[in-house]
């Protein structure tokens, strides 16, 4: 059983940045595409990034893209966002997902194993 726990989130100023970064217990993620999402209050969880299990096929939401940057260290079992000109309509909750990767990297359609707990990012203007 393998557990996600994210860490970095805290309140930043409209422009600033913030590193996520999402470990694992109990587990390799070697074998694991990596996904983050974020859930604002009222609205619907939102992909925010992917990447597969050896750091290639790379993908963004487009809200983030040209910003946002993910990144994995499978030797540390952690998976990074690196999140630059944060912006106020990045507030929410964000979230780590881990899905067992079969050579396509992280699919939004396709069934979670394992989710983290959440950490809270605020950004204010």
């Known amino acids: 059983q393998v557990q996600l726990v994210e860490s970095g989130g805290g309140s930043v100023q409209a422009g600033g940045s913030l590193r996520l970064s999402c470990a694992a217990a109990g587990g390799t993620l070697r074998s694991y595409a990596m996904g983050w999402f974020r859930q604002a209050p009222g609205k619907e969880r939102e992909f925010v990034g992917g990447?597969?299990?050896?750091?290639?096929?790379?993908s963004y939401g487009d809200s983030v893209k040209g910003r946002f940057i993910i990144s994995r260290d499978n030797a540390k079992n952690t998976v990074y966002l690196q999140m630059n000109s944060l912006k106020p309509e990045d507030t929410a909750v964000y979230y780590c997902?881990?899905?067992?990767?079969?050579?396509?990297?992280?699919?939004?359609?396709?069934?979670?194993?394992?989710w983290g707990q959440g950490t809270q990012v605020t950004v204010s203007s």
């Open positions: 990447i597969g299990w050896s750091g290639s096929k790379i």
């Open positions: 997902a881990a899905q067992t990767d079969y050579g396509l990297g992280y699919q939004v359609l396709r069934t979670v194993d394992y």
